[in-house]
Structures are given as structure tokens and as C-alpha cells.
């Protein structure tokens, strides 16, 4: 039923077609594929979180391990730096074949995301599970909000 729904013919060739496609990603170069992404190059992605106790930073690097990524708080930015590796079958001698496209970043990366104020570096923690790091970022106590009982008068 929906084996004819495909993009409208161009009319071009394969090879014509495949030099129009680099044409809109070189020019696009840095720009975000849609909406909902992160400019190309933001590597790794993450979900920032924040509650009356703490910040929560998640960070998707799949294919990174424990060792693989240096988490550090400097002047209030906490900065991830670490380096991705290649696929295997696809380092050095790879780069020699033409490839018609590549959205898999390999090589050194650091990200930096800007926290709030009076978080408690001392008691920061971070665990990995599968390529995610949860980074869990404690306000120091006496920022935290406090509720105040209302008494009778």
C-alpha cells in the first residue's frame, strides 16, 4: 500500500544527486539537522536537570567507558573532556576510501555547561551505566530552600 511513498523524483542521477545532498552539508556545516538537535560537533550530548537539592547532568557518550571521560567543576563550568575512538575497521586506512557520509564523531572533545550557583563540588558524584554518566551535583545546605511554619498569632 505505501510502496510508492518515496521522495519525488529529481530527474538527476545517483552521482548528481549524491554531489547536491555534500553541497547541502557543506554549507550546513555546524548547523543543527533539525530542531530538536544539538549543532553538529556537540559531542557528548546531555540533559541537564535541576531540582531544590541538586543538578543532575546526564551524559549519552555511548561507546565511551569509565576511564574515557574527565569530569571536572572550575569557576562554576563543569567541563567533560575525554577523547572518542574510531570504530574498529574504520580508523587511518579508512580515511583513504570515500565515504558517503559520516556522522560519527572519532577524536578528543570537551564540553563545558555552566552551573548555577553554590554547588557543592565536594560532594559531586558521577557513576556510568552503558555509555550514560549520571553526574549528580549536590547546592551547598545553606542554599537550599527552607520552609517556614506559619504560626497562630
Same mark, same amino acid.
Given at each position: 500500500?505505501?510502496?510508492?511513498?518515496?521522495?519525488? =523524483?529529481?530527474?538527476?542521477?545517483?552521482? !548528481?544527486?549524491? %554531489?547536491?545532498?555534500?553541497?547541502?552539508?557543506?554549507?550546513?556545516?555546524?548547523?543543527?539537522? =533539525?530542531?530538536?538537535? #544539538?549543532p /553538529?560537533? +556537540?559531542?557528548?550530548? &546531555?540533559? #541537564?536537570?535541576r531540582t531544590?537539592?541538586?543538578? /543532575?547532568?546526564?551524559?549519552?557518550?555511548?561507546?565511551?567507558?569509565?576511564?574515557?571521560? =574527565?569530569? +571536572?567543576?572550575?569557576?562554576?563550568?563543569?567541563?567533560?573532556?575525554?577523547?572518542?575512538?574510531?570504530?574498529?575497521?574504520?580508523? $587511518?586506512? =579508512?580515511?583513504?576510501?570515500?565515504?558517503?557520509r559520516? $556522522?560519527?564523531?572519532?577524536? $578528543? %572533545?570537551?564540553?563545558? &555547561? !555552566?552551573?548555577? $550557583?553554590?554547588?557543592? #563540588?565536594?560532594? !559531586?558524584?558521577?557513576?556510568?551505566?552503558?555509555?550514560? %554518566?549520571?553526574?549528580?551535583?549536590?547546592k551547598?545546605?545553606?542554599l537550599?530552600?527552607? /520552609? &517556614?511554619?506559619?504560626?497562630? !498569632?
Amino acid at each position: 500500500m505505501f510502496g510508492d511513498l518515496r521522495r519525488f =523524483d529529481t530527474g538527476l542521477s545517483p552521482e !548528481a544527486d549524491w %554531489f547536491r545532498q555534500w553541497f547541502q552539508d557543506l554549507f550546513n556545516e555546524g548547523g543543527a539537522a =533539525d530542531i530538536r538537535s #544539538v549543532p /553538529r560537533g +556537540s559531542f557528548p550530548m &546531555i540533559n #541537564v536537570g535541576r531540582t531544590d537539592d541538586a543538578v /543532575r547532568v546526564y551524559v549519552l557518550a555511548a561507546g565511551l567507558g569509565m576511564n574515557d571521560l =574527565d569530569i +571536572s567543576v572550575q569557576d562554576n563550568v563543569l567541563i567533560l573532556r575525554g577523547t572518542r575512538n574510531a570504530l574498529p575497521g574504520h580508523g $587511518e586506512e =579508512d580515511s583513504r576510501r570515500p565515504s558517503f557520509r559520516r $556522522e560519527r564523531f572519532d577524536g $578528543e %572533545f570537551v564540553r563545558s &555547561i !555552566a552551573l548555577p $550557583e553554590g554547588i557543592d #563540588v565536594e560532594r !559531586a558524584e558521577a557513576r556510568c551505566h552503558d555509555g550514560v %554518566f549520571e553526574i549528580h551535583l549536590p547546592k551547598q545546605e545553606e542554599l537550599k530552600p527552607r /520552609r &517556614i511554619e506559619i504560626q497562630a !498569632a
